[in-house]
């Protein structure tokens, strides 16, 4: 099976970044616009998520850590938190 990427990184990965940008801007909003219908993108696209895909990234989702899997996305360097050493 081939992956679609966009230059060397996977669209789902590019698709998740812009979803969990949006969430934050959602949870920032003083109108309260509904978080269900974003916490559903974010799990359809996380299933999309290649085999081998960054396991700290899944570990990221599966936890329900926005802020730390959007930090990978971005390549940036996660601080460790109670999960692990």
């Known amino acids: ?44 696209l996380a299933a999309q998520l290649p085999p081998d895909a960054d396991p700290e990234l899944r570990h990221f989702l599966q936890r329900k850590s926005y802020t730390k899997a959007r930090e990978r996305l971005r390549g940036g360097a996660v601080a460790r938190g109670s999960c692990g050493p």
């Open 1 to 44: 099976m081939r992956l679609a990427t966009l230059g060397g990184v996977l669209r789902v990965e590019v698709q998740l970044e812009a979803v969990l940008a949006e969430l934050e801007a959602a949870v920032r909003d003083p109108r309260q616009p509904p978080l269900a219908p974003l916490f559903e993108r974010i799990d359809r």
